[in-house]
């Protein structure tokens, strides 16, 4: 199941959406105007924000409205979402940073078991997000998956922004003394964070149940706070709180169980039992009520934070004159400079790693490239977890600092690792390669430590198979070991102007070894060997000549690659950039022909009406005729996405092949591919205005410019345009004779289009126009979910 339908049906167990408006106690209301408390000791105000998932951003307009007036609370007290705004504002943010925090945050990956692509290891991004399940082996059974969310990116997003806050051991010491509640998941009873770790107390306060797995906590598991109190009043008059501002973006009471329609509900009213039975005294014991007007969302509701938020400053402007009466009988006009973004770097004391099994030690920290006595800023360390939780194996890769009597900080690593086994799959379908169910089994250390084993079949009638192994080498792990055997087969149109003529049915047999670097996660170097056989036949013996019942071609050669990926997603980017450049040496090149039982004669149609007959005891002499010997490949794609607001972005792309050989007469190279919505091969080229493969060309230049619009977080518009010219191969040695009137005339292609793209529970779902100046056909594109391609869109 989609993660976002989960979580929709999940996340209810906080708050259902039965919202009253913006309301203030009359009694509390009373309270306050009724006193003055300018000439006394001032009584001390605590400050409560209550959860309620996505509804809890609207605590932040509170507070701005509060700040306004001149008021800063001396307590905080927060539970769930409540506990993460609470928790950051009593460290020293004030209202505007919360705010730039909110609006920074990828909502949809806080609440999701993914990472940022951008960070997934470079050996690891052609598999990741790719399918619709994934299933853990254990004793050779499938186990069912929990189901919940382990929350790495919401773990690294309160580690980055609690950074200041390490410097504390104890929350009393924060420039506003803070308290967050947790739920112990083996007595059902609440407790009282009140020091420690802050990016640990504020996770085990949202460890929401049903939605995100429970949190270690020491020695206990805990859950969300909310299920034995949500709104923690009692906590601000403990820590010695006269007065007491409470804003409720909950529930005030059970809900009408005719309105509890669904199972989930049911189960989330009772989960809440305890903490709904202390609400009415709860909110009567405040002396400044608020409850935000959020009727019209959820706490699923991240999508529309920026609505939430602004519903929140409103509702801290319905109560702007409460404030500032609070404040005048207080006389307070205290200001909240904040603390801004930049931070100190810290000096590591020492590391350590607990809770890994499959991946060792050795490799946990040549990922993370820090070492004792390192003085390491937030985002160097930041960015050293995301290269080790790159490599795609970890359920959670948590941390924790600990500050020593000498002013350094102990390192310690908390792994949770995926089961070495599991199986994951997809269904796809295209108007090209019909449909198909995708299936991969991924095994670690099955052969060697570390490494990774994977077998992926695609069950369609074009039938794909592959398998690929990963070893990382050395003592730093900095380099890896790729052993590839890939399978396809391919029924691929042939085309003349557009118009389809006949079928090719392909048979490619590819295998591959490569060393490769493994440091870094934007790019990486590739240098090995390969052999590749492919055996075609022509459907209708239209392009191949009836008496052919097969043609062979084998290649053997070296290769060199270097590719960089920072795209920001695999399927939807908006930002980033990919690049792929390519050198093949073709050592090796043979071609092969059987004809049909009987047939002593190939007869060739040259097209301009000559027709060539060749014997069969001669077609071996023709066919080394046309095999090259050794030559040169070099390939160049690039592509980058200029964001220019959050909604639409400019893409150019600019991609050539070139054959470099001295090689005179009519050799038939090992030839560049280019058309389509789609890239099965990493090195195949997409083109508006051509199908996939429609174009077959020995040199090749494309110049190409996009643009994306983004009217939703799940639909996505392109429309582009790209130029491409395409030539034979000219030997070196006859360079200043290459053709390039006929490049520019016969040789030229102008192709444009358009496609949208729907971000949907099955994968990508694309429908696509494009057409070209040169004949004008018309080429729709349809597909649907993951694919054994190397990119699905």
């Known amino acids: ?148 969310i382990e929350g790495q990116t919401l773990s690294e997003t309160l580690h980055y922004y609690t950074w200041p806050s390490i410097q504390y051991a104890d929350f009393d010491d924060f420039p506003i003394p803070f308290r967050c509640v947790a739920t112990d998941l083996r007595s059902g009873k ?237 269904f796809h379908y295209d ?69 389809k003529q006949d079928l090719y049915i392909n048979r490619e047999a590819f295998l591959s070894a490569n060393i490769l670097t493994t440091h870094s996660l934007k790019q990486s170097f590739w240098l090995g060997g390969f052999y590749e056989r492919t055996k075609f036949r022509s459907s209708f013996n239209i392009s191949v000549p009836s008496e052919v019942r097969g043609a062979y071609y084998t290649y053997m050669g070296g290769r060199f690659l270097h590719t960089r990926n920072s795209l920001n997603d695999r399927n939807y980017p908006t930002a980033g950039a990919e690049s792929i450049f390519e050198g093949i040496f073709m050592a090796y090149s043979k071609y092969r022909v059987k004809l049909k039982n009987g047939v002593d004669t190939l007869t060739f149609d040259a097209g301009n009406g000559d027709i060539y007959k060749v014997p069969k005891d001669e077609f071996a002499e023709t066919l080394d005729e046309v095999t090259p010997n050794g030559f040169m490949t070099l390939y160049f794609n690039y592509l980058k996405y200029f964001p220019f607001n959050e909604r639409f972005q400019l893409m150019p792309t600019v991609a050539f092949g070139l054959t470099l050989s001295d090689q005179k007469g009519g050799h038939t190279f090992s030839e560049f591919s280019l058309g389509g919505y789609q890239r099965v091969e990493m090195n195949d080229t997409q083109a508006w205005g051509l199908n996939y493969r429609e174009l077959i060309a020995d040199n090749f230049m494309k110049l190409g410019f996009n643009v994306q619009f983004v009217p939703s977080g799940n639909l996505f518009f392109r429309a582009g345009t790209n130029l491409i010219g395409h030539n034979f191969h000219t030997p070196i040695s006859d360079i200043d004779e290459f053709d390039i009137d006929g490049f520019f005339t016969d040789r030229l292609i102008w192709g444009y289009g358009i496609d949208v793209t729907l971000d949907s529970f099955l994968g990508p779902i694309t429908g696509g126009l494009s057409s070209n100046t040169k004949d004008g056909v018309i080429r729709p594109y349809l597909s649907i979910g993951f694919s054994f391609n190397y990119s699905d869109r």
């Open 1 to 148: 199941m989609h993660h976002k339908t989960i979580l929709l049906n999940c996340l209810l167990f906080i708050q259902c959406p039965l919202l009253l408006l913006t309301q203030t106690s009359a009694q509390a209301q009373n309270r306050v105007e009724g006193q003055n408390y300018a000439n006394a000791d001032r009584p001390k105000i605590g400050l409560v924000l209550s959860g309620g998932g996505a509804k809890g951003i609207a605590h932040v307009g509170v507070i701005k409205a509060m700040e306004e007036a001149g008021i800063r609370p001396d307590y905080i007290v927060g539970t769930s979402m409540g506990a993460v705004i609470g928790g950051l504002y009593a460290i020293g943010y004030n209202a505007d940073e919360l705010e730039s925090i909110v609006l920074n945050v990828d909502w949809d990956l806080v609440v999701s078991n993914r990472v940022n692509f951008n960070t997934i290891a470079f050996e690891e991004k052609e598999y990741y997000n790719r399918y619709l399940f994934e299933l853990p082996i254990v004793d050779r059974k499938i186990a069912v998956p929990v189901g919940l």
């Open 190 to 426: 609440g407790i009282i964070l009140k020091s420690g770790y802050l990016p640990d107390a504020l996770r085990s306060s949202i460890a929401i149940p049903t939605a995100f797995t429970p949190f270690d906590l020491d020695s206990t598991m805990v859950v969300d706070g909310g299920v034995v109190n949500n709104f923690p009043v009692d906590v601000a008059r403990d820590m010695g709180a006269d007065i007491v501002i409470g804003v409720n973006v909950g529930e005030e009471d059970f809900v009408d169980p005719e309105k509890l329609n669904s199972f989930s509900n049911v189960l989330m009213q009772i989960a809440m039992s305890t903490s709904y039975s202390k609400l009415v005294d709860h909110i009567a014991d405040c002396d400044v009520y608020i409850k935000p007007d959020l009727k019209d969302f959820n706490t699923a509701s991240f999508s529309s934070y920026r609505d939430i938020l602004e519903l929140g400053h409103q509702a801290g402007n319905n109560n702007r004159a409460l404030f500032e009466h609070l404040a005048d009988s207080l006389g307070m006009r205290e200001s909240s400079p904040g603390i801004g973004f930049r931070v100190k770097p810290i000096r590591i004391s020492d590391i350590s790693i607990r809770g890994n099994r499959l991946f060792s030690d050795e490799l946990i920290r040549s990922k993370l490239d820090i070492s004792p006595m390192d003085t390491v800023t937030r985002a160097e360390l930041q960015a050293g977890i995301d290269r080790a939780f790159g490599v795609n194996g970890f359920r959670k890769l948590d941390y924790n600092l600990s500050p020593t009597a000498l002013g350094n900080y102990k390192l310690l690593i908390k792994a949770k690792e995926k089961q070495e086994t599991i199986l994951s799959g997809a």
């Open 431 to 499: 108007n090209l390669f019909s449909a198909g169910i995708l299936l991969n089994l991924t095994v670690r250390d099955l052969f060697g430590k570390p490494s990774r084993t994977l077998a992926i079949a695609d069950i369609s009638q074009n039938p794909k198979f592959r398998l690929d192994h990963y070893k990382y080498l050395g003592d730093e792990k900095k380099f890896a070991l790729h052993l590839r055997y890939n399978y396809l087969f391919q029924q691929i149109p042939v085309y003349l102007d557009g118009i």
